[in-house]
């Protein structure tokens, strides 16, 4: 399980790196990258955006 972020969305505000409790996300530059061995899909993050611009996979 992970997470799909959209990429024609995503501003790359950086909200969801501070709010996932393992620490999956990081913003490099201006892109944002998901650990999938960290992710273990809880959807905060997909919760917290605003702009709806991830998705929770199974
Ligand atoms: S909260 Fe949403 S818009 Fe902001 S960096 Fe995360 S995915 Fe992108
Ligand atoms: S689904 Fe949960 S664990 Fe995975 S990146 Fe989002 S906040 Fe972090």
Redesign the pocket.
């Known amino acids: 399980m992970s997470?799909k972020i959209n990429r024609y969305k995503c501003g790359y505000c950086g909200t969801?790196v501070g709010?996932?409790?393992?620490g999956?996300?990081e913003l490099v530059e201006t892109w944002l990258e998901?650990d999938e061995d960290?992710?273990?899909?809880?959807?905060?993050?997909?919760r917290i955006c605003p702009v709806g611009a991830?998705e929770?996979i199974k």
């Open positions: 997470i969801c709010v996932c409790p393992k999956a996300l998901v960290l992710c273990m899909a809880c959807g905060i993050c997909d991830i929770v």
